[in-house]
């Protein structure tokens, strides 16, 4: 069992940035993939980024790329996502996901674990 806390998370201008944080605990998670996957109000969920274990290989939707970064230090079993130009669409709850269903839509589990998410509101 993984357990995944969000952080980060709040209310910001379109143009902003925010950092958001994942930290795990629970059974060792070093060598799962982790990634991010947002609900935005009445629409389904879609994938955001993902993370290979090594932190070598990364992924991303094409909505964020070039706007997003995620990352992760396996010493602390964090894994970030770095938000910067942030548009209005960007407004949801964003989860953190162990192994993320990389076309979550209305399935009903986000991956292999996953938190309770965090909101992101981005202000026009």
């Known amino acids: 069992q993984v357990q995944l806390v969000e952080s980060g998370g709040g209310l910001v201008q379109a143009g902003g940035s925010l950092r958001l944080s994942c930290a795990a605990s629970?059974?060792?998670?070093?060598?799962?993939?982790m990634g991010w996957i947002r609900q935005a109000p009445g629409k389904e969920r879609e994938f955001v980024a993902q993370?290979?274990?090594?932190?070598?290989?990364?992924l991303y939707a094409d909505f964020v790329k070039g706007r997003f970064t995620i990352s992760r230090v396996i010493a602390n079993n964090t894994v970030y996502l770095q938000m910067a130009n942030l548009k209005p669409e960007d407004t949801a709850v964003y989860y953190c996901?162990?192994?993320?269903?990389?076309?979550?839509?209305?399935?009903?589990?986000?991956?292999?674990?996953w938190g309770q998410g965090t909101q992101v509101t981005v202000s026009s």
């Open positions: 993370i290979s274990w090594t932190g070598e290989s990364t």
């Open positions: 996901a162990v192994n993320p269903n990389p076309r979550p839509g209305a399935a009903r589990t986000l991956g292999d674990f």
């Open positions: 629970g059974r060792t998670y070093s060598r799962y993939n």
